[in-house]
């Protein structure tokens, strides 16, 4: 197969990461006869310094014209307490998604028998859990009608979201939902706040005519409060849980702790144009230049890439690879264990390699 992508390693450890998922990319790709091209573009806040727009219009036409996007992460701490800053790193992300129609984003929450000592719930409530939670990521309050401060007639100082919604929005995410559930254990949670919400009443009268062309699918339906509580009570409960915007970006950093393996977490963002890949965490400028950063959901991420076009023995080898470098303690400080050699960012992705070469 021949694969054309777009790389965006963005701020932080963001390069030091993508370095080794390119490194693990290519090494897929070799020893499995694709032939794939990389273009990198600017994004986030180094597009900000350079030319001035943290989603550029040349990074926006690289992205279009390839196949996958592989996406490290962004943002700078220079921009996070400056409410009057103009510009961010984090509006380059959102464009991206808009303008990519990137309506859902793909989060497994998956553990690491290895690693669940780092959880910080008890072992054996954690052991085992195994859900995807699907976000809808191009609409809600992150994109509905703003208003920014501002001093009213009143005098009073105001400001608003909207969480808009539309059927066919609401629509097609919760089938991207459905077709996760079919290749899962057939178990669907609409997350919603329909008990005060009028948009979450609308996702509900969605999913309930939806459902019923889904019968091999069991179906429910959780407040967000309680969906909250319920995943660190009982995440093994979740199987496929689908919501919108707002409640998926903080159930979704919920999920990725409880698993205790928060580095470990690729994620995909799918929609109308071409797809995304990237990590779940953050830009961490502390760690930066350090080769410290734990490039494993990076390297994960290039695994989604390939399972998104069905290149299911490509993504195998990679996960493979990496738990094999989990067991046999190849691991980056923040999850080294006692006594176990020292490995960096590039010393992990280089073991990927070659594990993969040698295969
Ligand atoms: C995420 C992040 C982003 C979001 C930020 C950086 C804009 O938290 O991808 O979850 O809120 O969607
Ligand atoms: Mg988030």
């Known amino acids: 197969m021949k694969l054309k992508i777009a790389v965006l390693a963005g701020d932080g450890i963001g390069p030091e990461i993508m370095e080794q998922g390119v490194a693990v990319c290519s090494a897929i790709a070799e020893k499995f006869g694709h032939e794939v091209s990389y273009k990198e573009a600017l994004c986030g ?64 929450v998956e553990t690491f028998d290895c690693l669940i ?4 719930l008890k072992d054996d409530m954690v052991k085992g859990a195994d859900f995807v939670c699907i976000r809808e990521l191009t609409g809600g309050m992150y994109f509905g009608k703003k208003v920014e401060p501002t001093i009213n007639a009143d005098g009073v ?14 629509e097609r995410i919760l089938r991207v939902g459905y077709q996760y559930a079919r290749q899962r254990r057939k178990h669907l949670t609409v997350v919603d706040k329909a008990n005060v919400l009028a948009s979450s009443r609308l996702w509900r009268k969605v999913a309930q005519e939806i459902m ?13 409060d309680n969906a909250a ?3 660190i009570q009982d995440p093994r409960f979740f199987d496929v849980m689908v919501t919108e915007n707002t409640f998926g970006d903080i159930l979704t950093d919920e999920g990725s702790v409880i698993t205790g393996s928060m580095g470990l977490l690729p994620s995909a963002s799918t929609g109308e144009h071409t ?54 303690n190849v691991r980056t400080p923040e999850i080294q264990v006692e006594g176990a050699g020292k490995y960096g960012t590039k010393e992990v992705g280089q073991w990927i390699v070659e594990y993969i070469k040698n295969k």
């Open 157 to 170: 100082e105001e400001a608003l979201d909207t969480n808009y919604y539309t059927r066919p929005e609401v």
């Open 275 to 328: 797809p995304v890949f990237e990590p779940i965490h953050g830009s961490w400028p502390q760690g930066k230049g350090l080769n410290i950063a734990n490039p494993l959901a990076q390297i994960l991420s290039v695994a989604m890439l390939y399972e998104y076009f069905d290149l299911k023995a490509e993504g195998q080898l990679i996960r493979e690879a990496v738990n094999a470098s989990l067991d046999q």
């Open 45 to 108: 806040a180094h597009a900000i310094d350079e030319v001035g727009d943290p989603f550029p219009e040349d990074t926006f036409q690289t992205c279009m014209e390839a196949d996958a996007v592989l996406f490290a992460s962004v943002g700078d701490p220079k921009f996070d307490n400056n409410p009057n800053a103009k510009v961010r790193p984090e509006q380059g992300l959102l464009a991206m998604r808009k303008k990519l129609g990137l309506y859902a984003n793909i989060r497994p």
């Open 117 to 120: 000592h780092k959880s910080p």
């Open 212 to 224: 019923t062309e889904y019968p091999d699918v069991e179906t429910d339906f959780m407040y967000v």
């Open 229 to 231: 509580m319920r995943m």
